[in-house]
T-cell receptor
Framework: AQKVTQAQTEISVVEKEDVTLDCVYE???????LFWYKQPPSGELVFLIR??????QNEISGRYSWNFQKSTSSFNFTITASQVVDSAVYFC?????????????FGQGTRLTINP | DAGVIQSPRHEVTEMGQEVTLRCKPI?????LFWYRQTMMRGLELLIY????????DSGMPEDRFSAKMPNASFSTLKIQPSEPRDSAVYFCASSRDQFETYGYTFGSGTRLTVV
């Protein structure tokens, strides 16, 4: 089966705390891509990052960082010094290569609430 | 770049009525995807097109759903007849090709309520 599991349904922290969102995936493909998307209260889906299966380097972008570990099939997302504006639902996704397209399989999402 | 444009943003309709959702992908994007988001099932791929041709419609729930892409700049998702269980947010997304660095670009979605 090819699927994405985000075990944390909801997380609530106080502003300025660090928070890590977990993502575990299953795939039989040797080449694949992993994504994180943010869905703020307004409802749109905002791309955050794409990582391919051959690149296990960690990525940092401002307060955001991602840890990709193939050995544990995990692609975790950490927000440092969280802010109220980070409140959103965050989705991890796995791409399936199909006839030249990337079909995305999404996890169920983690609702993150940052309290002032 | 105006992004992926979906219309309407909100649709409320009565059970049994026909509903048409519209999508304008980003110019130059060869792939167009329709997703549905519900609380129970999360984000599900319904169908996708490559160069206006439907490639995989295995996610379309049943015959009441149909999708078309008559040209590179327009796609529709039609539900006829609609049922209350079709209530969901429907997203359209587009991408250039399989090496799309930024993943998909999603539209803002259409929130459909069938009463």
């Amino acid at each position: 089966a090819q699927k994405v599991t985000q075990a944390q349904t909801e997380i609530s922290v106080v502003e300025k705390e660090d928070v890590t969102l977990d993502c575990v995936y299953e795939t039989r493909d040797t080449t694949y891509y992993l994504f994180w998307y943010k869905q703020p209260p307004s409802g749109e889906l905002v791309f955050l990052i794409r990582r391919n299966s051959f690149d296990e380097q960690n990525e940092i972008s401002g307060r955001y960082s991602w840890n990709f570990q193939k050995s544990t099939s995990s692609f975790n997302f950490t927000i440092t010094a969280s802010q109220v504006v980070d409140s959103a639902v965050y989705f991890c996704a796995l791409s399936l290569q199909d006839q030249g397209a990337q079909k995305l399989v999404f996890g169920q999402g983690t609702r993150l609430t940052i309290n002032p | 770049d105006a992004g992926v444009i979906q219309s309407p943003r909100h649709e409320v309709t009565e059970m049994g009525q026909e509903v048409t959702l519209r999508c304008k992908p980003i110019s130059g994007h060869d792939y167009l995807f329709w997703y549905r988001q519900t609380m129970m099932r999360g984000l599900e791929l319904l169908i996708y097109f490559n160069n206006n041709v439907p490639i995989d419609d295995s996610g379309m729930p049943e015959d009441r759903f149909s999708a078309k892409m008559p040209n590179a700049s327009f796609s529709t998702l039609k539900i006829q007849p609609s049922e209350p269980r079709d209530s969901a947010v429907y997203f359209c997304a587009s991408s250039r090709d399989q090496f799309e660095t930024y993943g998909y670009t999603f539209g803002s979605g259409t929130r459909l309520t069938v009463v």
